[in-house]
């Protein structure tokens, strides 16, 4: 009688382990469909990113074939002065920067 006591735990302690197995199983496999599903989610977000990238690129591969300096000269010049006055503006305003902050060197310094 005590062996079948033993056997009878044993078999009813396998059977409640692989239930709580099964059950863990199952909610990591429910787990991992849902992870799935967001990352087809954002692989299609992805996916239509990238399309607009592409497009983009074309769009500014498109642009640089047109802006050859080589084609117009009128405008090509036209950018250059362009350039040329941005180029200014910034100079002039590190100018000022570095004078102002020269000024109030010396009014600490004197």
């Known amino acids: 009688m005590l062996w079948f006591t033993v056997w009878t735990g044993l078999v009813l302690g396998t059977l409640v382990g692989a239930?709580?197995?099964?059950?863990?199983?199952?909610?990591k496999a429910r787990a991992l469909a849902e992870e799935l599903g967001r990352?087809?989610?954002?692989?299609?977000?992805?996916?239509?990113q990238a399309t607009a990238l592409a497009e983009a690129a074309?769009?500014?591969?498109?642009?640089?074939?047109?802006r050859d300096p080589f084609a117009d000269p009128v405008v090509a010049r036209r950018a250059r002065a362009e350039v040329r006055?941005?180029?200014?503006?910034?100079?002039?305003g590190r100018?000022?920067?570095?004078?102002?902050?020269?000024?109030?060197?010396?009014?600490?310094t004197h």
């Open 95 to 108: 100018e000022e920067r570095r004078q102002a902050t020269a000024e109030s060197w010396r009014r600490f």
């Open 19 to 27: 239930f709580f197995l099964a059950r863990d199983l199952w909610r």
């Open 39 to 48: 990352a087809a989610e954002v692989f299609g977000e992805l996916s239509v």
């Open 58 to 66: 074309e769009a500014l591969e498109a642009a640089r074939a047109a």
């Open 85 to 92: 006055h941005r180029t200014e503006q910034r100079r002039a």
